[in-house]
């Protein structure tokens, strides 16, 4: 059998045009696939921001799971943390450990991270192939204006909680996939892209970058990352239960199973939603709700922040609603 | 049981002095570990250099092995990638795959890590925290001054070739250790530190930045890496058999294993080793020589760029050298 060395598979399926940076994009990324290091180009008046996340088969994604897809979800949920920041995307790196050589599934890969690569202006600048479980680790960079970054701790009592999109979607997909289900049925079609293809929300997080007090994206859970912002604040934050958008798909579902709240569990607890929560001061409410609809992003106003060190949902009566589970624990 | 989620590891062993930048490299880390991402400010006259490497247990590393080790060989691979650019070494992100969370193997990884920092004054900016088979991919960022920066692409015909300190101890201990033999024997102990703390040339390449005209870390073996730099400079190279630096561990073994050449394959071809081979053109020899004994760093000359393509190795009649094989191939 032919040895295939990591030099031929990163020539092969990594450095080609399509995923490495183009003419344009060189002027910052003057070095990128090919030598020890790749090398940044930092524009003077900006900073960096960088982020790192790891899927791991049959953790993070059933290993059988279309390389593509798998792909496409690497990297949406790291350009999900740039969002978070107010970060412009400029250019990724990957570890990927492979158990095999499949020409079929490096192929479905690589074509699966063109196409983030194309619609977010972020390409590939180096990284590492290795032989071991089958395992995605990328870390993203992206480029910050100087006082203009999301940060988490920076929400003030008395300010307003505001989330993007509806909740619960990729909660549920993932709850599915865990009792052995597929999501590959024409009703679960909205299930499986908010599990395989989150869209992160990269302008809206550069739109918001300089008006937003405080930001974070969701992939813990609304309750767990707002208990973040909450921690790295100081402050308590209140929801209130109606105001929680929840996902259509989901309110169909747990209606048919009975569920009186309609996923109001799982659109606070489940983790893998790649929304932005957000916090803001009353007096630039009216200019976050204007960018968010030029850039036809929802927004809805969910809570507020108080003083205090707790995050609460209350009913319509004002009562505290008892959740099931305080989002996603990595190691339970 | 007490489910442990990614947040508490992260604060009771990766978040905390020691492991994070000091108040001095603050300036130029606004914000570490806990927020979406991590930011880095780039002083204006500078590139960022950044690498990434993965190490998977039982492939790179044995999963008993020591966790203090294990951490310091991580580091270090991938700080001989900014040696070899000739970058200052300025932060690193970490992501970490674990199948249980164990107190004392942490304790352990967290403390190699802190001395691997402390030496090389590189802190730990982020990461990552999963469930899953044992992997460690770390990526370095490092800051280079332009017009001095070590890359393959520019070896000329005419110009000398040398390598830094001596070669295939790490070799023989993969050797070694694949074949199921421990290397905590008294004289196996240079093998030892060989392969679990190889010496990143951190020095060495910020010394010889602006005055080698290419350089690579060999860390996929001698022959292997020059090829690179063969192949990307459009170049030939011919080492001196006579003149590559073996270590004396290895010509011992080697000896009383009956091999004439005394380990001469093995210090051409074994991977894992991360000393630099450089290119230099003859009038800038002299202060090459004299940067490398200022730091203390051997350097031995072994060959010279030629026209051509391949990298050859002739004994001392000019015959070439047969090669058993070249270098690491990471899929065979």
Known sequence: MLAISEFDLIKDYFNKSGLIPTTEQSARIPLGIGDDCAVIDLPPERLLAVSMDTLVADVHFPAKADSGLIAQRALAVNLSDLAAMGAEPLAFTLALSLPKVEEAWLQGFSLGLEQMIQKYRCPLIGGDITKGPLSITIQVHGLLERGKILRRDSARPGELVYVSGE???????????????????????????????????????????????????????????????????????????????????????????????????????????????????????????????????PLTLIGRVVKGSRVKCLDSDGREIDIKNSGYRHFS
Do not use: C, W
């Not at 934050?237 to 009186?260: R, T």
């Not at 799982?266 to 803001?280: F, S, W």
């Open 167 to 297: 909740l619960g979607a990729a909660g549920l997909a993932v709850s599915l996939l865990g009792n052995g289900m597929s999501l590959d049925k024409p009703d679960t079609k909205e299930l499986h892209s908010a599990y395989y293809q989150p869209v992160p929300r990269v302008i809206l997080g550069q739109s918001i970058a300089g008006i937003a007090s405080a930001a974070i994206d969701i992939s813990d859970g609304l309750m767990a990352d707002l208990g973040h912002i909450a921690e790295q604040s100081g402050v308590g934050i209140v929801l209130n239960a109606k105001a929680i958008p929840i996902s259509k798909a989901v309110k169909n579902f747990m209606g048919a199973m009975g569920d009186k709240s309609k996923g109001l569990n799982l659109a606070l607890t489940a983790g893998d939603e790649y929304e932005l929560a957000l916090t803001v001061a009353e007096d630039q409410q009216e200019e976050l709700q204007q960018k968010a609809a030029e850039i036809n992003v």
